[in-house]
């Protein structure tokens, strides 16, 4: 319990439980409208925005969010025609940006420093200025989504609807994925940017696998997302581990115990089980 | 503008519509009136639905124009609101979490206005649109949990949750079976009568809509005929719709189509 008295491991926990709320609401749209791929391929784009803010000598918060709303743009512009999959689109960009990151780092000779950090994440490490802007950035999806929530609902579950209706869906569009960019940006301090989506979509879609209502679901996903980041937090201090990795691994097993145990399998089991004896009997 | 212009809910002036790059419509002309039933017939490919997606303003028409109200699809502002839109139901996920009541309600999503959330009055219409279609017991169910008609049913609801004065329906019956399809059609002929909205309906199912339908509009890309069904659906008609000779029995006033194509059989041509 001492450890808590510890400035870093107070300002963990905080960044614990923002990035553990972001990441599980975004993630309920991203599980819902199946865009997990795009969460991988945004946040490996980040790699290049880490690289050039550290090239250009500026804050890297800076020049990732800037780099990665660019991408999440350049995605969904790319992906509104016919001519070019989103799944294409994305796979384009996640190994690009990370090309271009590369090749900014090789031009700096010697430059060895945080970058593990970068793509692993050490939430131990998270700064008070870190935690300050992931706290703005952090509210400010959390307003936009409260603000927009039966908007983003309707063009999540029907975009045809939503645009028959004559909701601004590519505005829509546009707003949800710079949110994901921004939340994915405040998050790879902590989890790293190989892990970070794993933060956005397992939660989501463990709590998929037990709602039958959206905003059950969205709750549900925030307490297993702060679930997972403070159990994989404490857990990776008391047994000295990698924090982003452990948060990451309780997510997964968290998952799991949701997929056996989630209703719907219960209900298939039983009704497969009915079925067998109906068909014995006859 | 006339009392009779005044009437017209929808009107098609020498409409053409390209999907993709092949016209799909072509010269379309015909209006419809106030507290109509509208069937829009055709075989697959035929231009319906992109009709239909036409006049929702989804697709921006290539030549000619297309008026809902008087005003072009993409014009229509608040008039939206009196437009309630039944999609094809396998474009729906109805393994989303969501329960029938709030489904509906997301139909009234641009008329409460952005940023605010449902207020009584909201509550009593989507009430009342889930009565309208006999599903007030079902409302807290989950949607995947409804049967096939009952999920075209709370699709009806969320179309009527707004109070509109024209319903537009997709192949409604592409889900059901053929005794559930007939019951449909009662059911909202039924509706209709006591609505009074206009109603237009897209199908392939020229038999059974015919039946229920007060006018008919038979597409072949081009507009094949159009007017009252027991005027219109001649052998002629068909032959232009279908390119074969297909005819109506008639028992009474109720037709029923003959294909005499050997192999044809309809549910394999819609998968």
């Known amino acids: ?282 | 503008m006339s009392p009779e212009m005044n009437d017209v809910v929808i009107s098609c002036e020498h409409l053409s519509v390209a999907y993709q790059d092949k016209l799909a419509l072509e010269n379309i002309t015909f209006n419809i009136h106030r507290g109509q039933f509208w069937g829009i017939l055709g075989p697959n490919g035929s231009g319906k639905t992109t009709l239909l997606r036409t006049m929702l303003g989804l697709i921006e028409p290539l030549s000619g124009s297309v008026r809902l109200f008087g005003c072009s699809p993409r014009q229509l502002g608040v008039l939206r609101d009196k437009i309630g839109y039944v999609p094809q139901y396998a474009q729906i996920d109805f393994n989303f979490p969501l329960k029938v009541r709030d489904m509906v309600m997301l139909g009234r999503s641009r008329k409460m206005g952005v940023g605010r959330r449902p207020g009584s009055d909201d509550w009593r219409a989507v009430d009342q649109a889930l009565a309208k279609v006999e599903m007030t017991d079902l409302a807290e169910r989950q949607i995947g949990r409804l049967s096939g008609g009952q999920r075209q049913r709370a699709l009806i609801a969320r179309a009527l949750a707004l109070e509109p004065e024209l319903l537009m329906l997709d192949e409604p019956t592409a889900a059901l079976d053929v005794g559930a399809t007939e019951g449909f059609y009662e059911w909202i002929h039924h509706m209709h009568q006591q609505m009074k909205i206009t109603l237009l309906l897209v199908s392939h199912d020229v038999g059974v809509v015919s039946r229920y339908v007060s006018a008919v509009a038979c597409l072949n890309k081009r507009l094949v005929a159009h007017g009252l069904p027991q005027e219109v659906l001649g052998s002629e008609t068909l032959e232009g719709m279908y390119g074969c000779d297909a005819m109506f029995f008639r028992h009474g006033d109720v037709p029923h189509m003959v294909v005499p194509a050997p192999f044809h059989d309809p549910s394999h041509s819609h998968p």
């Open chain 1, 1 to 282: 319990m001492e450890i808590l008295t510890f400035g870093f491991m107070q300002r963990a926990l905080l960044s614990a439980t923002i990035i553990g709320t972001v990441c599980a609401i975004i993630g309920v749209y991203v599980v819902l409208r199946g865009m997990a791929f795009i969460g991988a391929g945004i946040a490996h784009a980040s790699f290049g925005g880490v690289a050039l803010g550290i090239t250009l000598g500026v804050n890297p918060l800076l020049t990732t969010i800037l780099f990665c709303l660019a991408t999440a743009w350049s995605i969904a512009f790319l992906s509104e025609g016919r001519k070019v999959s989103e799944d294409s689109a994305v796979g384009i960009f996640f190994a690009s940006s990370m090309a271009f990151g590369v090749l900014l780092i090789g031009l700096m000779k010697g430059y060895q420093a945080d970058l593990f950090g970068y793509l692993f994440g050490n939430i131990l490490a998270v700064s008070p200025a870190d935690l300050w802007s992931s706290l703005a950035i952090g509210a400010l999806v959390i307003l936009l989504v409260w603000f927009f929530f039966k908007e983003f609902l309707l063009f999540t579950f029907d975009p045809e609807m939503a645009r028959v209706t004559g909701l601004p869906v590519k505005a829509l569009n546009l707003l949800m994925m710079s949110m994901i960019a921004v939340t994915i940006v405040i998050s790879i301090k902590s989890v790293g940017i190989v892990l970070v989506s794993a933060l956005i979509v397992t939660p989501a879609a463990s709590a998929y696998l037990l709602s039958d209502d959206f905003k059950k679901m969205m709750l549900l996903s925030i307490i297993l997302g702060v679930g997972s980041t403070w159990t994989g937090l404490l857990l990776s201090v008391w047994l000295n581990l990698a924090s982003g990795a452990t948060i990451v691994m309780v997510a997964t097993v968290i998952f799991f115990i949701c997929y056996f145990c989630s209703p719907q399998r219960r209900k298939l089991r039983r009704n497969i089980e009915e079925l067998r004896v109906e068909v014995k009997e006859k």
